[in-house]
């Protein structure tokens, strides 16, 4: 059974920073991808950041390029997400999703992803 801990999630000041880690565990596929996806009030969900964990390849939305950055620590399946210069419209429940076998490339679509967390909640105050 695939399983998440996920942690980081808290309120912060816009410019400000936050890094949100996500541990996974209940599976031993050796290449599969890592995700962080959002989700607004009254919105849909949109994919944040990839990374798929044997090649390092990396895919970010539009809206976080440039901001947040996503690693991954293979040894431990944990993903992290480094967020900077934080904006309001960054306050959203973040999730995070893993999927595999996944090899060479990730993608930031929801139904790729077959495992989710339960998702930890960022405020960015104006």
């Known amino acids: 059974q695939v399983q998440f801990v996920e942690s980081g999630g808290g309120l912060v000041n816009a410019g400000g920073s936050l890094t949100l880690s996500c541990a996974a565990s209940?599976?031993?596929?050796?290449?599969?991808?890592m995700a962080w996806f959002r989700q607004a009030p009254g919105k849909e969900r949109e994919g944040v950041a990839c990374?798929?964990?044997?090649?390092?390849?990396?895919y970010y939305s539009d809206s976080v390029n440039g901001r947040f950055t996503i690693s991954i620590d293979n040894a431990k399946k944990t993903v992290h997400l480094h967020m900077n210069s934080l904006k309001p419209e960054d306050t959203a429940v973040y999730f995070c999703?893993?999927?595999?076998?996944?090899?060479?490339?990730?993608?930031?679509?929801?139904?790729?992803?077959?495992?989710w967390g339960k998702g930890t909640l960022v405020t960015v105050s104006s």
């Open positions: 209940g599976f031993t596929e050796d290449h599969y991808a």
């Open positions: 990374i798929q964990n044997s090649y390092g390849t990396t």
């Open positions: 999703a893993t999927d595999y076998p996944v090899v060479a490339v990730c993608f930031l679509r929801p139904i790729r992803y077959k495992y």
